[in-house]
């Protein structure tokens, strides 16, 4: 089968295009024809420093989520499951590739009208939407700050927080991505690439009751610091590279709640299924920004470190259906 190997840790063109051995499923298990493959930003540090969740070495079969079908089960597995669209996440590699086996529960069926496609798009960065949205719970009125607004997650995170009636204030880097932020509903739109971004939050709504915290350092710590007391930040990614530095002190002087995710294996389903679930009633879109080809893996990566990328990348490895 067609897959991508990572061949070492390095820039993207260590990712090159190979074969492998069609995978076989064994006793509670199931084959995964993949239509399309996830690709996160933490994939991409993966890839360039060997830093990551999951402890494993190259040459390895890069890729955590894939969407597509089933074809095939292990002996003694339910035969039933055999042509369910699904997507899955895996155990941290394996996902550039054609097929996949998974163990038979791992899987989420993907709902009647959603495509393969979205689905992918919301299983990672859909989870990781639905946890900030469970956890910082913004109400109505309150005024929400999401960094990397027109990214995977940001993107959500500005939907979610629209339909729970907040104000959204939507920080990201360039005017492209400010209209995407703005055409899913953002009421304010800032670059926090220039120096006054936060000159620019306060005087459109004063104070902030909640930060999405998905790029860190400075610009995270410089989110914290628009807080009004009360205020809740939670810090979910690191796109700058290193997490915000908000000492426990600082939040206590200022009487702001720095959340602090742990979620258990249950809460990760849970927040997967209720993103598909918000899909399929059509109150949830993720953008789509670029697609690739499998054998073109090197140049999504390098398109996402370029910060070219707006919403997900998707490698497109054999798409059927829809």
Known sequence: MRVVWLTEFGGPDVLVAGEAPDPTPVPGQVLIDVEFANITFVETQFRATGMGPFPVQ???VPGNGVGGVITAVGPGTDPGLVGRRVVSSLNGSG?????VVVDAAAPFEVPEGVGLDTAVALLADGRTAMMLATMAAPRAGERVLVEAA????GSLAVQLARA????????AGGERKLAVARE?????????RDPDWTDRVRAAVGGLDVVLDGVGGAI????????????RMISYGLASG???DVPEQDAADRKVTLLRPRPTPEDLRAWVKGALAEAAAGRLHPVIGQRFPLERAADAHAAIESRATVGKTL???APRSR
């Open 242 to 244: 290193t997490w915000a």
């Open 164 to 171: 729970a009636g907040a104000r959204v204030v939507a920080a």
């Open 95 to 99: 996902g550039y590739a054609e097929r």
């Open 184 to 192: 899913l509903g953002a009421d304010v739109a800032v670059d926090y």
């Open 315 to 317: 490698l497109e490895v």
């Open 58 to 60: 190259p040459p390895i």
């Open 150 to 153: 027109a990214g995977g997650v």
């Open 220 to 231: 995270g710590r410089a989110a914290f610091e628009l807080l009004d007391p009360g205020g």
